[in-house]
């Protein structure tokens, strides 16, 4: 049964505001101490290099404890997230990113730490698919095959980040909303849609979500979970308006 402590987030990019800028106050608060060691895991950038990864996490978190993953040799790296206090997962290519994962052996090592040894695990976009069952309701294209879709299974439900119900006038290609709906049909699994500027905070068997803090012209900002239904086990749609900058905190099986 996944349990721990999880930050996951949509996006960690808003218009005007610095990298991290609007979720920086919750993941100060998520990890308490900036002498926290955090391990950052860089996999999901293809056109981006790791190295310059890195820097930008660390000025955006404003802190100097930070060691990426790519930077120990291969044979280290269980043992560099057997140290670390706290594992972050940068966005990207989601496929990219689980290929890595399991090429290096890391899934249990990471899932362990987590569940078993309670560090806090923070992952955005990207990192927030490979937190899931498996990487099937990512947006990203499948550039590079994983061994399957497995993921982390640190969460009980798919997430969808950058989540939107915008679509292109005349275009003739599938809505964010009907793909999803394919998936749950597929998966009978709930799902929950993030629109950029959202998260996700799990504190063991309870979960809640949270957001920017946007300006009054642009809320409401409505988070939307595919449910199963009791009695049909189709799915329902739960638009979830994000009023507050915190929501109430939900039991984490809530939704199955």
Known sequence: MPTGRLLLLSNVTRPSKSYFGWCKPMIDDFIGSSESKILFIPFAAVDRDWDEYKTMVEIGLGRSKIQSIHEVRIEDMVKAINEAQVICIGGGNTFSLLYYLQKHDLIEPIRKRVTQDGIPYIGWSAGSNVACPDIGTTNDMPI?????????????????????????????????????????????????????????????????????????????????????????????????????????????????
């Open 144 to 256: 590079i095959w994983p061994s399957n879709d497995k993921a982390l299974d640190l969460f009980p439900y798919n997430i969808n980040p950058h989540f939107t119900e915008k679509n292109i006038p005349n275009h003739g290609g599938e809505s964010r909303v009907k793909r999803l709906n394919q998936a749950f049909i597929m998966k009978k699994r709930s799902i929950i849609a993030l629109p950029e500027g959202t998260g996700i905070r799990v504190e063991g068997d309870k979960f809640q979500f949270f957001r920017a803090d946007f300006p009054p012209e642009d809320l409401p900002i409505i988070v939307k979970v595919w449910s199963k239904t009791i009695i049909t086990e189709r799915y329902e749609i739960v638009d979830i308006p994000m009023v507050k900058l915190l929501s109430d905190w939900i039991e984490l099986f809530f939704y199955s």
